[in-house]
């Protein structure tokens, strides 16, 4: 039986995939670990008493998830890689998979000392300290490190009945991605291409499809809608909506291409940024009944909502 979990983490993704068979856990693997705060504080309110948001880390000690085979990092903003850190913490990793590995023993970045950078550049190297710090602190908790090339689909056969494929964006981006990370390492402070590379990130983001027993299921990362509506947007069972159901997430040029029986949304109750936007919400249900969200989620007249740490699907 295949089991995914995604998890309530608030503003973020993770979702846990785990491969069971008469109770006890086969495989288990973790994409994205959320971020390393459950409330943002440029979120405003707080934080419903009724909320089961959750970290990572957190759920699968809960889950009573001793080991995970592997762990995907889809790219690097902090909603995605601020809880790897917990995870590290609550349970060993076989293996950790990203476009980008740091160099070993390094330094703190600062990303908030007096550097003169723009906002966006600073996020962007806060948000690389945030992961290299959460190797740096966690020695020997991840048996091995893979820098993903980025120039070619990768198919990974999980175990006998689970395969995945993990698709990337172009591969110059990668290039682009390491040149700049390891300058970063090197001390160099290049605002400009922090800041270009900052407006790069979501296209550069991981997208994963998963094989079990003649079902599919497709995990869109933060990829933009616009940049895979193309021959690799093939019908599957389950999505997992890109991008919080932002405006830029999904059209309906590729939900018809999918043509998903499930999606599951990522998101935090209450953004004040529309995500999720009540267009996408209502595209969404043009293509399926079975639209689920994270969080709690509380739009009159669209979502009702529904609190539970994890959006639970088991396919047999």
Known sequence: ???????????????????????????????????DSLVRDDHPGKLDPRSRRIYAGDFLKKQGVAHLDKVLLTHFHRDHIGGLGRV????PVGEVLATYIPPAFTAPLEPDGDNGLPGAGRNALRCLDIYARALRENPGRAG????????????????????MDILFGEKVLYRRQREIYDRAFQGERDGYALLRWAKCMNISS??????????????????????WETVSAT??????????????ST????????RPRTIVVSVAAGRPDERPHPYIISLMREFTADVRFTDAVDIPGLVAPEFHESVHIEIE
């Not at 590290?88 to 349970?91: R, T």
């Not at 490190?145 to 006998?160: F, I, K, N, V, Y």
């Open 1 to 35: 039986m295949l089991v995914l979990d995604f998890i309530n983490v608030g503003n973020g993704d993770a979702t846990l995939i785990r491969e069971m068979e008469g109770g006890e856990q086969r495989f288990a693997m973790l994409v994205d670990c959320g971020h």
């Open 88 to 91: 590290l913490e609550a349970v």
């Open 144 to 163: 091995a490190l893979t820098a993903l090339p980025g120039d070619r689909t990768e198919r990974l056969q999980l175990t006998d009945c689970l395969a």
């Open 206 to 227: 991981l997208r994963q499809r998963l094989y079990y027993r003649g079902r599919e299921i497709v995990l869109g990362g933060d990829f933009y809608a616009h940049m």
């Open 235 to 248: 019908p599957c069972d389950i999505l997992k909506i890109p991008h919080h159901a932002s405006l830029s």
């Open 251 to 258: 059209t309906r040029k590729l939900l018809k291409m999918l």
